[in-house]
């Protein structure tokens, strides 16, 4: 059995793109069956620094990790 050169290269190319495909494909499967969880955090921005940070949404006054200094919501 003898396999032209040009089939070679031909299926040395296909080959890898099929791998990346199968795995771009079950990553993206994977992922959606993944549920959505909301987040118990929010964002904030210090007023001194703004370095942005998150903190629970429940608190009023948060710490600034980069600064010490408090802020409100």
Known sequence: MTISIGTLIGLLAIWPM??????????????RKRPFVPSKKEMVVCEICLHKFFCDK??????CPQCGSLNKR
Do not use: G, Q, T, Y
């Open 58 to 63: 429940d608190s009023i006054i948060n710490k």
């Open 18 to 31: 099929a791998v990346i495909l199968a795995l771009w494909l079950f990553d993206e499967f994977r992922l």
